[in-house]
């Protein structure tokens, strides 16, 4: 790790960071907003965040280093292009076609999951690409996921 100005720069690896995220994804833990649990999944579904962004806000928490609000909205940016012209529209498929009574719908069902976690997988690396070109600060009071939760990008 490097300091500079008080500041702590480091390098995260994608990989390390996608391990981390399958690990806390299946546990499925539920976080707190507005004083209610809710799991990853339901922040994604009723609040409309970003559960790549959430699991990353959890991997700074455990690094121990904060971000600026600056730096969430640049996070938030970096994947909203790839996030709305490609995984949401593929998420959506695949919701539909569960509503349908197609013969081959199981074999359908899971090449659209593969082909989503893939999608999932690219956004987790714009989001590190995007992190490790900015400056972050070594903490004792972690609260990035609180931050992210009660963040709207104006």
Not at 21 to 31: A, E, H, Q, T, W
Not at 36 to 49: A, D, V
Request: hydrophobic residues 40%; glycine residues 0%; positive net charge.
């Amino acid at each position: 790790m490097i300091y500079s100005n008080n500041k702590k720069i480091i390098k995260i690896s994608a990989e390390d960071f996608w391990h981390f995220s399958c690990g806390v994804y299946n546990i499925n833990r539920l976080y707190h907003k507005d004083k209610q649990p809710y799991s990853l999944l339901e922040l994604q579904n009723k609040f409309n965040k970003n559960v790549n962004i959430c699991l990353l806000m959890l991997y700074l928490d455990e690094l121990k280093v904060s971000i600026s609000q600056e730096t969430l909205n640049k996070l938030i940016l970096t994947i909203a292009d790839f996030e709305n012209s490609f995984l949401l529209p593929l998420r959506s498929l695949r919701l539909r076609l569960k509503k349908t009574d197609i013969s081959l719908y199981s074999k359908m069902r899971k090449m659209l999951l593969d082909a989503e976690l893939s999608m999932e997988k690219h956004q987790q690396s714009q989001l590190i690409n995007t992190i490790n070109n900015c400056e972050i600060t070594p903490t004792q009071s972690i609260e990035n996921l609180y931050a992210y939760l009660h963040f709207d990008v104006k």
